[in-house]
């Protein structure tokens, strides 16, 4: 399972790159403007810096919601560097935009999937990925899991080569149900890739370790 890290903080994507396990980034208006980002010319810019902290796939979303201004937009995003993937939102004129972004070479991901449904279309108009919400899912009490699994199932029954990218996951047990169900790759926070971290028996082993190799060594 690839790890995405679901930020524009350039401090957090330098972290999670420097342990060595990071796949990509994504982003969306809410993450920029959280970092402050505004304006077209800054947009671009803090998409360029985290391009050249990872290696691939930094998802950079369209504001745009009609045709037009979704493709104009999109190949303004991915001439900006390689590594960019057009994140795109699942609407009607999302799935046109898909299709031709799809058909000029250009990755896309279609971002705010609740539904099968809009799994099975933006797969069909050949999206990269497509991002189910977990956590939005949960917070209204639908099992947002049981939609990963759902969609992991139908393009495994079909071949499609859309990867399931896990969204708006909120907790380390997401991110482990997320490879226990298939999905290609899990984005969240860096807190929830630094939690995979922890357990209390390998801190309470490795200080016995080290009082042990101190006694023996004194
Ligand atoms: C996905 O690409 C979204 O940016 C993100 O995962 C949404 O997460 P949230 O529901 O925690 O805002």
Redesign the pocket.
Known sequence: MKFFI?TANLSDIQEAYDLGVLDGV???P??MAKEGISGDEKVKAHYKAICDIVDDNV?AEVIATDFDNMVKEGMELAKLDDKIVV?IPMIKEGVKAIKYFTSEGIRT?C?LIFSAGQALLAAKAGASYV?P?I??LDDIAFDGMDLIDQIVGIYGNYGFDTEV?A????HTMHLIQCAEVGADVA???LSVITGLLNHPLTDKGLAQFLADHKKANS
Do not use: E, I, M, Y
Not at 167 to 170: G, K, L, Q, T
């Open positions: 679901d994504t982003t969306n809410s993450l998802s994140k991901n971002t991002s919400f956590g939005r990218l969204a708006s996951v909120r984005t969240c926070p």
